[in-house]
């Protein structure tokens, strides 16, 4: 059985997302076509065949590593936006929430990342990152008005 954890090494966000996309497409066009009654229903057609149990839970899995995947790449955009001179109210707008829930979201991040190097003394940020990340985040409320 496919977990998150067993593809998150195994695909890339975008080869998650081709995969994805082909078993969400088969099995969208073998809903549509599960009509025993109906003469365009052929199982054996791979392109409209029900999804086998294994492959049903892979999707639920894919779409698993796709969100961990998207959200981190979510909070690198969020730095890189914040590099490039947003502020928290414009980085709040393009996540569709306030500034002070993005950068809340943000400093929830950086401190998930510090405790991941705690652990492990490779994976995450390390001191000298959490230092540069924090800084680089500043305050929602030292901004001036934009």
Same mark, same amino acid.
């Given at each position: 059985?496919?977990?998150?954890?067993?593809?998150?090494?195994?695909?890339?966000?975008?080869?998650?997302?081709?995969?994805?996309?082909?078993?969400?497409?088969?099995?969208?066009?073998?809903?549509?076509?599960?009509?025993?009654?109906?003469?365009?229903?052929?199982?054996?057609?791979?392109?409209? +065949?029900?999804?086998? @149990?294994?492959?049903?839970? /892979?999707? %639920?899995?894919?779409?698993? =590593?796709?969100?961990?995947? $998207?959200?981190?790449?979510?909070?690198?955009?969020?730095?890189?936006?914040?590099?490039?001179?947003?502020?928290?109210?414009?980085?709040?707008?393009?996540?569709?929430?306030?500034?002070?829930?993005?950068?809340?979201?943000?400093?929830?991040?950086?401190?998930?990342? +510090?405790?991941?190097? @705690?652990?492990?003394?490779? /994976?995450? %940020?390390?001191?000298?990152? =959490?230092?540069?990340?924090? $800084?680089?985040?500043?305050?929602?409320?030292?901004?001036?008005?934009?």
């Amino acid at each position: 059985m496919s977990t998150p954890d067993d593809l998150e090494g195994r695909f890339t966000l975008l080869t998650a997302v081709a995969r994805y996309d082909r078993l969400r497409t088969r099995d969208a066009l073998a809903s549509a076509f599960d009509d025993d009654d109906d003469p365009r229903f052929t199982p054996t057609d791979p392109g409209t +065949a029900p999804l086998a @149990r294994d492959e049903a839970l /892979e999707l %639920l899995a894919l779409g698993e =590593v796709i969100a961990r995947k $998207a959200g981190y790449g979510r909070q690198l955009s969020v730095r890189s936006a914040r590099r490039a001179g947003a502020s928290w109210s414009q980085i709040g707008a393009a996540l569709g929430t306030s500034k002070q829930a993005a950068w809340e979201t943000h400093g929830r991040w950086i401190d998930d990342q +510090a405790e991941q190097h @705690r652990r492990s003394g490779y /994976e995450g %940020l390390d001191e000298n990152d =959490v230092a540069t990340a924090r $800084a680089v985040a500043g305050e929602p409320e030292s901004e001036e008005a934009e």
